[in-house]
């Protein structure tokens, strides 16, 4: 691809445009760029992604969460597409064992060995 694009420029240097004759140059600026970007490539599910993130959105969880105190007033968020969702707690920083347990769908719910609450909030796929 890059040895014809070479010499086109070069033969486009070399052979003087005829009047009448239209240009064998590409018509896209874009064409002679260079290598394109993540978003002028992407397509499908990808580009959805790609321009929910533009406008700051987070369709499928992939940034870090937001930091919530986790008292009964703000509760830590987890989005789910369902009505109840499995939860793992690491209550110490230091701590190497999960405490699992299910949120359901109304009120905050309360970890069982920190005290730390949770809440669902439902969730719809962007496809």
Not at 51 to 64: L, V
Not at 71 to 81: A, G, Q, R, Y
Request: proline share 8%; aromatic share 8%; hydrophobic share 35%.
């Amino acid at each position: 691809m890059a040895a014809r694009l070479l010499l086109l420029r070069v033969f486009q240097r070399v052979v003087p445009r005829a009047p009448g004759r239209a240009s064998m140059a590409p018509t896209s600026a874009r064409a002679m760029s260079g290598i394109p970007t993540d978003e002028e490539q992407a397509t499908g599910l990808e580009r959805k992604i790609l321009e929910a993130t533009k406008r700051g959105e987070d369709p499928y969880n992939i940034f870090k969460p937001k930091k919530y105190s986790g008292t009964k007033e703000d509760p830590h968020i987890v989005p789910s597409i369902g009505d109840k969702r499995i939860v793992g707690c690491i209550c110490e920083e230091d701590n190497s064992a999960i405490i699992w347990f299910w949120v359901h769908k109304g009120d905050a719910h309360r970890c069982p060995q920190c005290g730390a609450y949770y809440k669902l909030s439902h969730y719809d796929l962007p496809h």
